[in-house]
T-cell receptor
Framework: GEDVEQSLFLSVREGDSSVINCTYTDSSSTYLYWYKQEPGAGLQLLTYIFSNMDMKQDQRLTVLLNKKDKHLSLRIADTQTGDSAIYFCAEKPSYGKLTFGQGTILTVHP | NAGVTQTPKFQVLKTGQSMTLQCAQDMNHEYMSWYRQDPGMGLRLIHYSVGAGITDQGEVPNGYNVSRSTTEDFPLRLLSAAPSQTSVYFC??????????????FGPGTRLTVL
């Protein structure tokens, strides 16, 4: 079945770049997503990438996709304390269900 | 648009009690789903629905029932609550596969404690 793996914790200093990694197993994944969850809140879609793309940039966010290795990463440039949250990677085939990773807790130190 | 709304925000139950978690969306989305979030386990799909009158089981359906009588509402029922059902529950909705992003919109969550 589908499986999505993420490391559980990442700690960075304010102003540095953060890189959150994710691996997935379903080769039929069509959509790959990054969600952000702030304390006590629901999930908010940050960005997404189609499986036929290698990279997508959106302001401070850069998503890289290595389809051969089934590896997805999210880079946050100039990380701020407001970026502290849980980040979820998720994958979805065209007409299937969304599968989430365990989430990476990002802590940004001043 | 209110998006996806969930009630209540918090609930405490005793073992064996029943209750219904409410979810509503005003985006005319056909696809709705319920997830539970537990520490270190991400989100796990409980039940989902691809349209009014159609529901199906997800990864962890035991102990939960759903129904979908309208496009807007997708309630989740706990028939006899157990401590293992202590969790944060999220409802989500999306337009069906084939749209440009096919993204899911999440409600704010219901934090349930079963004593």
């Amino acid at each position: 079945g589908e499986d999505v793996e993420q490391s559980l914790f990442l700690s960075v200093r304010e102003g540095d770049s953060s890189v959150i990694n994710c691996t997935y197993t379903d080769s039929s994944s069509t959509y790959l997503y990054w969600y952000k969850q702030e304390p006590g809140a629901g999930l908010q879609l940050l960005t997404y990438i189609f499986s036929n793309m290698d990279m997508k940039q959106d302001q401070r966010l850069t998503v890289l996709l290595n389809k051969k290795d089934k590896h997805l990463s999210l880079r946050i440039a100039d990380t701020q304390t407001g970026d502290s949250a849980i980040y979820f990677c998720a994958e979805k085939p065209s007409y299937g269900k969304l599968t989430f990773g365990q989430g990476t807790i990002l802590t940004v130190h001043p | 648009n209110a998006g996806v709304t969930q009630t209540p925000k918090f609930q405490v139950l005793k073992t064996g009690q029943s209750m219904t978690l409410q979810c509503a969306q005003d985006m005319n989305h056909e696809y709705m789903s319920w997830y539970r979030q537990d520490p270190g386990m991400g989100l796990r799909l409980i039940h989902y629905s691809v349209g009014a009158g159609i529901t199906d089981q997800g990864e962890v359906p035991n102990g939960y029932n759903v129904s979908r009588s309208t496009t807007e509402d997708f309630p989740l029922r706990l028939l006899s609550a157990a401590p293992s059902q202590t969790s944060v529950y999220f409802c989500a909705s999306s337009s069906p596969g084939g749209s440009s992003t096919d993204t899911q919109y999440f409600g704010p969550g219901t934090r349930l404690t079963v004593l």
